[in-house]
């Protein structure tokens, strides 16, 4: 990794639902010295953000995006933060704090909160806690996740897991890939049902209406309450093939 720079930021999302978690992370973002680095390339060009007290973030800037064939170059830093917003109206999985900001120089991106984790993926992980991922593939259900690898499964120090990497979602069309294929098939718990519903009143508030409008397209959000309104009505998944319904790489 090469230091760039120091460089100055600017949070340019608000904390729509109020999350003490996302406060706490935007307090760091505001008022500690930063630094930058150039780590690995995935869809996007990510930088390791560094702050003290070793606190580090992720920052996927729209100029670095390359462009992906069914998903419209400089929107997967907005998707990636409607994935968030999705999983706190939820309340499940645990997403780490997002935002989108700016940084001078670099332009517009989201960024992401990273946590300390056992360095463990989906395949190592499940083994130990299985009934923990159905809110996983719900989730990645109601946000089309194209990109579900096993290292987008991580486990902290507490043995909390948290879903992280959803630049590629909320396609109008099915997308889903995942490696969760044995949970996948498995019908949707009675209680998870009336989050479903919860979630379905929520986003169609007005003010939840114009805010989604701000990260992905009108044809997106009507696919999304669809998806939504199809997992409550069949309480179930839909059907994946696991030799074409598959990330790659795996992990």
């Excluded at 996007?44 to 953000?49: A, D, E, G, Q, T």
């Excluded at 700016?102 to 056992?118: A, C, F, L, R, V």
């Excluded at 499964?153 to 590629?168: A, R």
């Excluded at 997106?220 to 179930?236: V, Y």
């Amino acid at each position: 990794m090469e230091n760039l720079k120091k460089l100055n930021l600017t949070i340019l999302s608000d904390n729509h639902f109020s999350d003490p978690n996302l406060t706490t992370f935007e307090n760091i973002l505001r008022t500690t010295k930063k630094n930058i680095y150039n780590i690995a390339k995935g869809s996007n060009s990510n930088l390791l953000i560094e702050f003290e007290k070793n606190n580090y973030a992720i920052f996927k800037p729209k100029i670095g995006e390359r462009s992906l064939h069914d998903f419209p170059i400089g929107t997967l830093y907005k998707r990636e933060y409607a994935s968030y917003l999705i999983s706190i109206m939820l309340g499940w999985p645990n997403v780490p704090p997002t935002s989108i900001v700016e940084i001078e120089s670099i332009g517009i991106g989201s960024i992401q909160k990273i946590i300390n984790n056992k360095g463990l993926n989906y395949f190592e992980i499940e083994k130990n806690i299985p009934n923990e991922f159905e809110k996983f593939t719900i989730f990645d259900s109601i946000i089309n996740n194209a990109d579900r690898k096993a290292g987008h499964c991580i486990i902290d120090e507490s043995n909390k897991i948290w879903s992280i990497d959803h630049g590629v979602t909320f396609h109008e069309l099915f997308k889903v890939r995942t490696v969760m294929f044995d949970i996948w098939e498995n019908q949707i718990s009675q209680n998870f049902i009336e989050d479903l519903l919860n979630l379905k009143n929520r986003i169609n508030l007005q003010e939840n209406h114009t805010m989604f409008a701000e990260f992905i397209s009108r044809d997106e959000f009507e696919s999304l309450n669809k998806r939504i309104q199809n997992l409550i009505d069949q309480k179930s998944l839909p059907l994946i093939n696991q030799y074409e319904n598959i990330p790659w790489p795996l992990i």
